[in-house]
């Protein structure tokens, strides 16, 4: 990180602070302005409530909800695990949305509707004329044979998870086996489990020789950025990661670290020193408990250009839980909230949608200590099959892993964070 950009990137971040639940904020609210609700205050949440106060010269109310204090960001969190960053450097509170753009932020965990309604567990609730969710994404523990899912450590959720699986990486004994799964796609950023194998397998190097990360990839390949991390586990973490792709995992005793798996046709069990599951994903709870999930399915049914359900009018769904098929990540999350937020705002004035929205995505992937590799696609409305679709020419990987893209990884994420949270 430079020194312009670490300045301004530890400027974003420090002490979280509780959000405000003031009885007078929580008081049933008047008819005019427009009142939006949004539940979730990630990165897609969180820039929805700013836009809307923003665009409207605040002349809309928003209420902010999310069950945490403060949001910990998943984008980074994997150099927690090799301690070039700390928890507190990549968690914001919401007092900026608060205090620069008037959102009104409650913290609670919503469990449904009742007539224009959000109920929350404590009994509080919220009008709305407009309900967005931005949950993230569950975990469905069932699809691979969990016996104690409240032991299983994923850290694919930032936070008490995350500081978890670094302290087991630091006491994990030498010559040890970290075993890490990957779920079938689609599944929240695409290329970060491979990712984490790559700064794992580095760690590991430096401080553990002889040890190995052993990756159980449910999906037939490599799905993202298959060049690089063919290199950098065949080549620069050679003998350090072990890659299995198309395996089946069948069942999973997280307190004893022991995962069952079949691989080409052959049963097989390992012990691992570390046992990191990432397991199968589907849309946060919030979303399947109000009806937005089609039977049978795992994501929110919406309309893209305005991110409302097809399901049940009035509520919108965006971010990692939201089904169109673009890609699960923090970036295109952001993207998705600005297009959501201006069709409300047309909506609110008796307008249409843009017909031609436009959202992007980009990930940045640390493969060494100082050494990082990156993918961005542009993704645009297609009427006629009312998808939206990659724009070829826009697809890009990086050539290789350099640190000059390390370097840029800061800055990128210095930008993301600030839109969303300041
Ligand atoms: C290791 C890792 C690396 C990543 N790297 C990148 C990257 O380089 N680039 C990138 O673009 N993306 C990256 N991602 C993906 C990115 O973090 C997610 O796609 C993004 O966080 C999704 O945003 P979201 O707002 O949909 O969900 P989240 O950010 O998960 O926010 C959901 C929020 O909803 C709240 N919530 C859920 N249910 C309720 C409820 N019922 N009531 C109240 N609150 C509720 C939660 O507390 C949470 O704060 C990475 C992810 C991981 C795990």
């Known amino acids: 990180m430079n020194t312009i950009s670490r300045r301004h990137f530890l400027k974003l971040v420090g002490a979280s602070t509780a959000m405000a639940a003031s009885p007078t904020l929580l008081k ?10 949004v539940v979730g205050g990630g990165f897609a949440g969180a820039t929805v409530a700013k836009y809307l106060r923003l665009w409207r010269n605040g002349d809309v109310a928003v209420t902010l909800v999310d069950a945490n204090p403060a949001h910990t960001s998943c984008i980074l969190s994997n150099l927690v695990l090799n301690n070039a960053l700390s928890l507190s450097q ?34 509080r609730s919220l009008d709305y004329d407009r309900l967005i969710l931005a949950p993230g994404i569950d975990f469905d523990f069932g699809k691979i044979g969990v016996q104690d899912p409240a032991n299983v450590l994923h850290a694919w959720k930032a936070g008490p998870q995350t500081t978890e699986l670094q302290q087991q990486l630091k006491t994990m004994p030498t010559g040890g086996t970290f075993v890490l799964t990957i779920p079938p796609a689609p599944y929240r950023c695409p290329p970060g489990p491979y990712e984490r194998a790559c700064l794992v397998a580095d760690y590991l190097k430096k401080h553990k020789p002889g040890s190995k990360v052993i990756v159980l990839d449910a999906n037939p390949k490599i799905i993202a950025e298959e060049h690089t991390f063919t290199k950098a586990f065949n080549e620069t973490h050679r003998g350090y990661v072990e890659y299995h792709p198309g395996v089946v995992i069948t069942a999973v005793n997280a307190g004893a670290r022991s995962i069952t798996y079949s691989e080409n046709g052959e049963q097989k069990t390992l012990l691992a020193s570390v046992l990191n599951v990432l397991p199968p994903q589907k849309a946060g709870a919030i979303a399947f408990d109000l009806g937005l999930v089609p039977t049978g399915q795992n994501w929110a049914s919406i309309n893209p250009l305005s991110y409302e359900s097809t399901l049940v009018s009035g509520i919108h769904v965006i971010g990692d839980s939201q089904g169109t098929g673009q890609p699960k990540s923090g970036h295109i999350a952001n993207a998705e909230a600005k297009v959501c937020a201006d069709a409300i705002l047309r909506a609110f004035a008796g307008e249409d949608p843009d017909p031609a929205p436009t959202t992007n995505s980009a990930c940045y992937s ?15 409305y297609n009427p006629s099959t009312g998808a939206m679709e990659v724009v070829p020419e826009s697809f890009g990987e990086a050539p290789s892993a350099t640190q000059d893209n390390y370097e840029r990884m800061f800055d990128w994420a210095d930008n993301l964070f600030a839109d969303t949270f300041a």
């Open 28 to 37: 049933a609210q008047t008819a005019t302005p427009p009142q939006v609700v």
């Open 90 to 123: 990549i968690t914001f509170n919401y007092a900026i949305l608060q205090q620069k753009y008037g959102v009104t932020t409650v913290q609670g965990q919503a469990t449904g509707i009742d007539g224009g309604k959000l109920l929350l567990e404590d009994g």
């Open 366 to 380: 640390p493969i060494t200590a100082d050494t990082a590799s990156w993918l961005t696609a542009v993704f645009a």
